[in-house]
Every structure is written in structure tokens, then in C-alpha cells.
């Protein structure tokens, strides 16, 4: 299926929060193993284009499509295409009842119906890959804002997506803790991971991203790859973005 | 390295005299103290009357505790049966077990012993349906017993139905919304001893012809949906104070609705509103009182029968101060039981994992 189909396609994507229309007919394709960095000023509606793909908020016109599979088709296969994507956000969301661990397996026991001891297994072996086992039985209270983050991409890990979304998620971090999680990150996309993340690590984007994605007032401005992006941008509204960003 | 000891005198400074308003405080509340405790004893203990048949034993100046020994096993279990006694302490014993959910470290595992305590309670009091134990009916239970039995039964059987209600209404379904709302408000707003009363004449419409509701079962329903509506809007506040991320968390994890509630945010919504909620159960408990307005033979109707016996005439001080007694140290307990539960929860927090099934 997905040698034939992208791993995400949305088509004339249209969304309103009451009278403001915030998606204006968006259209985006993202490749099985490919990165895209989506950048864009406040507003743009980037988180708002996330949530659409992961079916947080239902559209109001056009498409989503995860591997072939569309979301406002029947149900059933709607959830499940849902669940194969996994999400990060900027506040990290960890379950603040529940451990580390718990955190990773809460979904994999009670969704995906695995055996309690495999789970922990597996998500142990998550933890080590974000570099956090060590802090498996603690509360997310008890970590930094870094660990914390890293905890939260485990447990969207956890669940095997086939893309992962990341809304912004370095921003609520102290600057000393951006690298950390950008590092694991870049170790995710190295293994091959399909990652779709709103970012202003320009950095980030230049490294590891594939294509770049900018998005202003609800529309893909333009798309490039991350050296012609940042070398020769060819909108005006995307060279006002740089040079306010790169200032 | 261990943190400095300070030593009494130090401490005893730092809480009481710190500063000379602190001083004038300390000094004011250790004079009323000197001047109230010792009387107090004196009356309360010392030249108190232990037992006796009447109030002829009862001395000027004392507390005449004879008038609750005398009557001890009337305000304890009312007018049951003295040789089968054994099944009020069987009946408490099954209501303690039913509180597991609450009291034990992991509440999803003890759910079933609620409804399964609760009706041994009633089944053993009552001897209906046990072979060997003649019947003993509701009218003759009583005393502070009975308090307990239905606060607790009260408090138990309505804590689900609260949690159900302030679910409802949140939910984005109007019909359901407006059925919480509507019952939430209307409940809340009449008072429990109103509804008591009303009781008698509602309820016989609601259930099939033929059927019959003793008044112990009425006043237990009553008191039952007057607490859910109360611990509904305790548990609406818990709700509240959960971030929407926790569900958007939870959605993007691929928990459905009732996992997302039962795993994620009803764990965290209940521990918020513990405080709240085990101000519903004291009040609920003490509420209990008003039971005797409908017949019920509860403590205070016991005290008040005692009172009007020419034996005791007179002795209102000894009868209200045992009772409020009474009340207190079991109220004093539940507050102390709900701050130990909140900082165990701290450590460990709510396991209602267990309640939705889990892959053996
Ligand atoms: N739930 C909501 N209800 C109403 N308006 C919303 C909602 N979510 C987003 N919006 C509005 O939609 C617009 C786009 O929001 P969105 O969060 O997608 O922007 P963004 O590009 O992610 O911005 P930022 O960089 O600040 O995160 C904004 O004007 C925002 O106020
Ligand atoms: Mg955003």
C-alpha cells in the first residue's frame, strides 16, 4: 500500500474556527521515509494543518489521506489510520498520574492489546533509545523539561506510527535542553522515520528536513528543498519570514 | 548530611512567639484554656456518673454518662434483637469491605466489593434471602448504626452515580447535558429534609404497583441521589482542572472516549477533587441525622426517646454531647483518612486502570 500511495496526502484542505478560516485549501504529499519541516509565522495555521492530519480536527473540506486511507471515510478504517500516526506537542502532555513507563505503555496494553510485560519490553527499549530508561519509574514532575519531551516522543514511539507529527517541539524547552531533543530527532529521522514537524529550529530544518513547507495566512507559500529554501527563497512573504527569523 | 535539629525551646519559639502578636495570641488562647480545660474535666470526667439505672444516680455538677450507658445498646444498634447482635458487627464489617475501592492502593481492582458489601450488609441485617437467620425487619434496626449504614451505603452507592452525572454533564450529547443539569440543579436546590418527606409519596409512583418501599429503602435512595447530585459538582470541579491536552494526548494515542476518561482523566479529576468530595461524605454522614424526621429510629431518635422517658428527663446536655461526640470522631476520621489518601495518591497515584479490561 504505501509503495503506491504517499504516506500523507491532503488535498484542498479548508478549515474554520468559527467565521475565521484558518486552512485555505491546502495541499501537501509526504513521501513514505521523507522529512518535512513546516515553518511559518504565528497563526499560519501549522498546528491547525497537524491536527487535521492526525485527525485531532476534523476538516471542513478536502482531504486527508494517511497510506491510501481516508479520513472521512468509514469509521473503522479512519481510527486506524489515525493511530498510525503518532504526535508530539509543544507542552509534552505527559500523563502526570502515571510513570515514564506507564506513560509508554498505557496505549499499547490498552489499544493495541499487548501482554503488560511485552509492552514494558518494548517501551524500555524506547526509553534507552531517547536516553531516559534510567528515569522509567519516576513521575514526569520529576524530569526536566528535556526529558520530558524525550518521554513524550518514547510514547508516541510506542504505538509504531508511521509518521510522526511534532508541533513545535523545542519551544517550551530552556535552550540548554533544545539540543537534546533535537538530537533524538535527528536519530529518528536517520532510522528512516516519516516526520512531518512544525519547527523555528532553522537549524533543524537545514540538517535534517528534506523538504521545507512555508506556510502563511492558511496556504503553502511555498515548498523547497532545505538549500534552496534558505538560499534562494523565491516569495516575498517567505524572505520577509527569513530575514525577521535569521535576523 | 543531615538537615539541623532545632531544638524544642527553638521550635517551640519559632510556632508560638515569633513575633509579639504571635506572643499576645499564644498568651490569650493558654489563658481561656487554663481558665475553660480544667472545669471541663472536672465535669466531663471527674465527678461524672458512670452508670446506673436512673437519674437518680446523677450527681450536681457532673456529667451523668449513665443515661448513654444505661441505654448503650439502643444508641448503638437500636431496637435489635440482643442475641443477634453479631450481625450488626457483620453487617459493619461487610460496609468496611465495601469502602476497598476507596480506601484500598488500587481502587479498580476492589470495584466489585461495593454492591457485593453492601447488599451482604442489608442481606445479613435483614436475614432476607440467608437461610437460618430469622428475619429482623428495618424497623427494628436503628441507633447510630443505622447512621452508618446508610451514610456509608449513602456515600458508596452514590459516588459512581456522581462521577456519572458530572461525565454527563460535560458531555456534548444536549439530551444527556440537560438530564444532568437538570437533576444536578433540582436536587441541589430542595432541601434534604423536603425531599425526605416528599419521598413518600414520589417514589411508590415511580416503581411497579405492588411493590413495596419500606422507609429505610426510601430514605436510602433519597439520601443516595441528594449526595450523587453534590458529588457531581465536586467531581465537575476535578474535571475542570484537567488540561485539554491530557485528551488530545490521549486521541492522538489512539485511546477511544471511554478509555481516555476512565485512564486519563477521571485518575487525575478524582485526586483533585478529593477534598471536595470527602466534604460531601461528612456532610452526607451528618445529614443522617435528619432521618428520625421520617421514623427512622436513628441515633438522635434514640436520644430523644430516652429523653421523653420520665427515668431521664432532663438530661439534654449528656445526650447531645455524646452523640455530637460521636459524630465527631468518626467525621474527625474521615478527614484524616482523605489526607492520607491524598498524599498516598501523591506517591502512587489512582490505579482505575484495572477497572477497564485489560488483556489477561
Ligand atoms: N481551537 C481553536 N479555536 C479557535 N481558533 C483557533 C483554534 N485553534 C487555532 N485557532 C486559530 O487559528 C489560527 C491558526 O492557528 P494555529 O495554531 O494553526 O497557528 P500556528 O501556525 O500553529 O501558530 P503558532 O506558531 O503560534 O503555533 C490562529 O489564528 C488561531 O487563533
Ligand atoms: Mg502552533
Redo the contacts with the bound molecule.
Sequence with gaps: MSDTHPAVAVRGLHKW??Q?H?LRGVDLEVRSGEKVCVL??????????I?CINGLEPSDGGRVALAGVDLSGPRKQAEAARRTTGMVFQSFNLFPHLTVLENCTLAPIHVSKLKKADAEAESMALLERVRIAEHARKRPAQLSGGQQQRAAIARALAMQPQVMLF??PTSALDPEMVGEVLDVMRGLARDGMTMIV?THEMSFARQAADRVVF?DE?LIVEQASPTEFFAAPSHARTRAFLSRILA | MRPPRHSLGRRVRASLFATPWDAAVTLAVGAVLVFTVPGLLRWALIDAVWLGETKAVCREGGACWAFVTARWRQMLAGFYPEQELWRVGAAAALLAAATAPVAAPRPGRWLWLTPLGVTGAFAVLSGAGLSGLPDVAPEAWGGFFLNVLVGASAILLALPFGILLALGRGSRLPVVKGLCVGFIELVRSVPLITLLFMASYVLPLLVPAGTELDRLTRALVVVTLFSAAYMAEAVRGGLQAVGGGQREAARALGLGSVRTVALVVLPQALRVSIPALVNTFIGVFKDTTLLYVIGLFDVMWIARAALSDFAWQGRELEAYAFVGLVFFAACFALSRWSAALERRLDAAPLGLAAAVKEPA
Design positions: 474556527f468559527g475565521a484558518v511559518g509565522p504565528s497563526g499560519s495555521g501549522k498546528s491547525t494543518l491536527r508541533d513545535e512544525v506556510m492558511g
